[in-house]
């Protein structure tokens, strides 16, 4: 049976790695925060007792601040492969924490990498490691964007992101180390956090349709980007580390919109006009922006096959359907009495 480990087990890419990883028979090991609240939601509907016969995810108490304790969980889980998905995320947080984004994003990859290798030649076992790297990385260039493109950065969030791709590269050439650069573009799902504009569009959507929320605050409408499917992306990722050599590939479905584009196809699906609910705020713009994400995937669809299965339109549906489900939980409650704050609410 293989094992894997995955750094950033609790967010959305985790989670549906995880189930996939599950599904091919691996076990699986989750690195997890220490803090004082769960925060396994996305998880809890494929954990299971450890003690119970036959379980198969195992979560591990670390962090890519603490080079130390990787080394521990790598020494005791003893994977044939590492998935490093644990970063601080979002953009714009990048601005306001740059210092924790390039210690966690940046210097976190370099010290899961040193412990890796150094796993490896201490017991001789050969590990295979996924870095998620971003189409943020490419920042200002001019679309489409594929492995050849000159990287742009624009927040200090796609600098951390470009410093842990490079050490992937050099680590890969210095040390003969199977790495594989995953540069994916935008991916969402039913699972995305809830202060990312898509999902936090959808919840709205559905607050809005329940009589729960009045108004959406918005930043830049104009930004494009090429949107997919998270569990279609976790495929191509698991595809890279089943490859004969270990290579940089782009993911994105090819397609690009806009913020404004998403926005209409959301409210569209409960029969909103969106321009009744939408309010632009300045705070929401980056001092930075990038405009135009668009990915030529040609590379990973002819050297391992992956195509995306879910397109613009789907995506829209099932965020907006799921999160309908969602308000409509929420409007029971509130309806019966309940205080319920929007953060209480489960991901699902």
């Not at 996939?20 to 220490?34: A, D, F, N, P, Q």
């Not at 003690?51 to 790598?74: I, K, N, Q, W």
């Not at 569209?268 to 922006?289: C, K, M, N, S």
């Amino acid at each position: 049976m293989k094992k894997a480990l995955i750094t950033g087990i609790t967010g959305q890419d985790g989670s549906f790695l995880a189930e996939l990883l599950l599904e091919k028979g691996y076990e699986v090991h989750g690195i997890i925060r220490r803090a004082s609240t769960f925060n396994t939601d996305r998880i809890d509907h494929i954990y299971r007792d450890p003690h119970e016969s036959g379980a198969r995810l195992f979560l591990h108490y670390g962090d890519l601040t603490d080079g130390t304790g990787l080394r521990r969980v790598l020494e005791k889980v003893q994977p044939q492969e590492v998935y490093n998905l644990g970063a601080q995320s979002h953009v714009m947080v990048s601005f306001d924490q740059p210092e924790y984004t390039a210690d966690v994003v940046g210097t976190g990859t370099l010290r899961l990498l040193d412990a890796v290798r150094d796993y490896c030649d201490t017991t001789g076992s050969p590990v295979r490691v996924y870095q998620a790297g971003s189409s943020e990385m490419f920042g200002a260039q001019a679309p489409p964007q594929s492995e050849a493109t000159p990287f742009y950065p624009r927040s200090p969030y796609s600098v951390a992101k470009l410093a842990g791709y490079w050490y992937c590269v050099n680590y890969r050439e210095a040390y003969g180390m199977f790495i594989a650069n995953g540069i994916l573009f935008n991916h969402e799902s039913e699972r995305r956090g809830e202060t990312f504009v898509t999902r936090k569009v959808t919840r709205a959507v559905g607050r809005i349709k329940h009589g729960l929320q009045d108004k959406l605050y918005l930043g830049n409408l104009d930004a494009k980007r090429d949107w997919g499917y998270a569990p279609d992306y976790v495929e191509a990722m698991w595809l890279m580390l089943q490859a004969d050599a270990p290579d940089d590939y782009v993911v994105a479905t090819g397609s690009a919109y806009s913020v404004r584009e998403f926005v209409e196809a959301a409210f569209a699906e409960v029969g909103l006009d969106w321009q009744d609910y939408v309010e632009i705020d300045p705070r929401y713009f980056r001092p930075t922006e990038v405009d135009h994400l668009l990915g030529d995937a040609t590379k990973v669809r002819e050297n391992l096959g992956w195509t995306p299965k879910v397109d613009f339109a789907e995506l829209v549906r099932r965020m907006v359907a799921h999160d309908l489900e969602l308000a409509a939980q929420e409007k029971t409650l509130t309806d019966a009495g309940h205080t319920v704050g929007l953060r209480s609410v489960r991901h699902g």
